[in-house]
């Protein structure tokens, strides 16, 4: 083995993860899985590839974006793209489940352009929810929005759920006179509607071969919003709207979530907007995705703004999607979901740096206490004794950790306990009289003369649970 | 979108995880991370995929089962091997950190010949604390062994540490009379001691090369394990042995270390097994091996069968390794750490399946409430009343499902509240006079006459809260 001169990164669009900002990422994991568990979900977790052939003409023109492995003999496999299709697959493998509340929180891999400050990445989270079965028509549906709502309250942050019905847009779509075949492109140029303005979009239509007098009334019929009641009281009234198959089916679908939100009481969070559209093909009922709400009042305690809410987009989407697990050849299962973007919400979360702080990106312990040894001329630095009062402590629960020199100098050792709350001193006399001292530092400043009191050596531990 | 044919499966040697298997190994996670934050443990994690050439001449001949991503323009990237060298990349690549204790758990990819029943994948756990920096001799070591001891008590498993020094076993080889090229075969040959008997070893080594007399000579030093005191005093008192350097230099090593382990009342824990040499190149000091115990008295509750713990062989392994982070070219990081096959441990704890139980791979939730509603001719299904009071619950944090049916029978209401231990029983009177029942089922046979007691619907909350 010879020294190399490889360059050392991680592989473009990926990024280590290390200290603080990963145990902020878990404290979501948990937040969102402790939701999930509460409404009986159950986790499951699939291989990071997949059979390649599984994944194919899932993803659309995206597939292009899929990493695939070398072919090193046997079969040909893929990065997972979303957890999705692994969901698919797996409820396509496991005939004896009808129905089933799953999640899975994982990485998933797209060969796109990374732009690591907005936090996309080609290696990023997802974290899933999603309810299987045949079932009543819109309960899951309105149960999923019921989680987003409590995913949100848990992490404390304001949101809209922006919410739509692919029935309801592509009767629209129909109405307006947009022909059949150029409906999923007609659908993509309206989903960029909260990025573009309506002149930009409705250049992409008539590019796209729309007729300026249809792309016209796609944009009459797309763009309104509001809540759910006034929207569907609207559409009602349009008469041309309601002949329409598509239309009348998603709003008796809407009509059904309207009450169930009511009886969820969410019905605030939730608005019904005609040019959400969402990029995959595989949805097929109603669609959402959640963003950020704008504060109320600028400035208010907790609230964010606009600039890094608009920057960060959507923070969770989902949908319907009753065609997908058939697709695998075997019993057709009707699912709903929602994957929320974990990797947004931590850059919303991540608390900003310190502008003093010289430890941004440093690794910080989380310890209770640090044992040290302090003592005169003939000191032997006590390593035996620091060890052994140490793993009482390990023993009972408590984060500790000591010098590991062997004579080590006071100093070093003050300096190594920054940031820790607590010391237990050790001296050579102290310990012959069964003592020890318990200092608790009042702040980072920990170069101070006062070596704490005097607790009994047997004591140790219930003293030092009783600050901890 | 067709319909596709495609075989329906995980790639060779992967599989799903699912509902308590999941559940049991996240605890598993979780209780080895808080030994490792006790000690002081930041958290890391690295892509899923590093850049080939900084995995390249890590592994030795194991390199050829290494999964390469294909190349689809930009750079060339494998799968992760282990934990270790994208650990020591990131040490490399991040001057600023000089000391460190890190922990990591996640996946690793080898595309091996897989055993799935004795737990052994191509994509398999591995769960690493490794202690970074210069510090004084065998203190970090020392505490690596305490976290394997404490990480075993929180797992209530009974365990033995097979430790041995590269240096002794190298000087061992060497007075032996292996010459220096045959030194690392021949610690290959010695390390397959604990699986292949003493005659197929020697066969291994001569033909390797080694005389019949050195063979026999290796043989008789390294067949030997037993306390740590004894086998230091057995080392010690051959002179022949002690005069060789590395034989010396590791003798002073382990007599530092049985102190330290004295200090930490884990010298019980440990084994000293000459035979021990461990795989990988890279280690260069003290290497150790964990097995379980053999249970003291047959039949003694939490003890495992002999068979079981030989089928299972080492659950977990690490070691010393001071040269391998100065091979990315920059500063030279001394390094020891451990790696616990969490998989295998997984296959210990996991409880056998119940010989009457058709659940065996059954999805089970963990609910605490099942909300029903039963009635009359004329009742409605109360979905919204369902839906209303289950969303209190689900705000007050306890994990409550509904029938997703308009209008549930009772008896499947009861069917789907199986294994719950409690219910909320909603009737139209009840609601009307603003009560509730509240049932708590005696065992799993649900359907009782007995619907429980009157609750006010305002204490509902405080009330499921008391028994669960």
Request: with cysteine; aromatic share 8%; hydrophobic share 40%.
């Amino acid at each position: 083995m010879s020294r190399s001169s490889v360059q050392l990164k991680t592989p473009q669009g990926t990024r280590d993860w290390v200290g603080d900002d990963l145990l902020l990422r878990e404290k979501i994991f948990k937040t969102t899985s402790d939701v999930f568990r509460r409404h009986g979900g159950t986790p499951l977790d699939t291989p990071v590839f997949e059979i390649k052939e599984i994944l194919s003409e899932k993803y659309g023109e995206d597939s292009r974006l899929m990493y695939d492995l070398e072919d090193q003999g046997g079969e040909l496999c893929s990065l997972r793209f979303d957890l999705t299709v692994p969901f698919a697959r797996w409820l396509a493998m496991n005939g004896h489940v009808t129905h089933i509340k799953r999640y899975q929180i994982a990485k998933v891999y797209r060969r796109d352009q990374p732009a690591i400050a907005r936090g996309r990445l080609r290696e990023f989270h997802q974290c899933d929810f999603d309810i299987a079965g045949v079932y009543d028509p819109m309960v899951p549906d309105a149960e999923i929005l019921c989680v987003i709502v409590e995913v949100f309250e848990a992490l404390e942050l304001g949101i809209t759920i922006k919410i739509n019905h692919r029935r309801i847009l592509d009767g629209l779509f129909a109405v307006a006179g947009v022909p059949e075949e150029k409906i999923r492109p007609t659908s993509s140029a309206v989903d960029k509607l909260d990025k573009m303005s309506w002149d930009d979009v409705k250049k992409e239509m008539l590019e796209k071969g729309l007729s300026d007098e249809v792309a016209d009334q796609v944009g009459e019929y797309v763009r309104r919003s509001g809540n759910i009641h006034d929207m569907l009281e609207a559409l009602k009234s349009n008469e041309k709207l309601t002949a329409n198959e598509n239309v009348s089916a998603g709003i008796e679908d809407m009509g059904l979530l309207a009450s169930y939100l009511k009886a969820f009481d969410i019905v605030d969070k939730v608005s019904f907007d005609c040019s959400l559209a969402r990029g995959l093909d595989y949805y097929s009922g109603l669609i959402f995705e959640v963003i950020m709400q704008a504060p109320t009042e600028p400035g208010e305690p907790g609230s964010r703004s606009k600039t890094q809410t608009s920057q960060v987009g959507s923070i969770a989407a989902g949908g319907r999607y009753d065609n997908l697990v058939g697709m695998y050849g075997k019993r057709p299962i009707p699912c709903a979901g929602i994957s929320f973007g974990v990797d947004r919400i931590f850059t919303i979360l991540k608390p900003p740096p310190e502008k003093d702080s010289k430890t941004s990106s440093a690794v910080t312990r989380n310890l209770d206490v640090y044992v040290m040894a302090i003592g005169g001329k003939e000191f032997e630095g006590l390593l035996l004794e620091r060890m052994a009062i140490t793993r009482q402590l390990w023993k009972a629960g408590i984060r500790a950790e000591y010098s590991a020199k062997t004579k080590p100098k006071s100093l070093q050792q003050f300096k190594e306990a920054i940031g820790v709350p607590l010391a237990i001193i050790l001296g050579q006399d102290e310990l012959a009289a069964g003592q020890v001292r318990l200092k608790v530092f009042k702040s980072n400043t920990n170069n101070e003369k006062d070596l704490g009191q005097l607790i009994s050596r047997d004591n140790l531990v219930k003293e030092v649970k009783k600050l901890i």
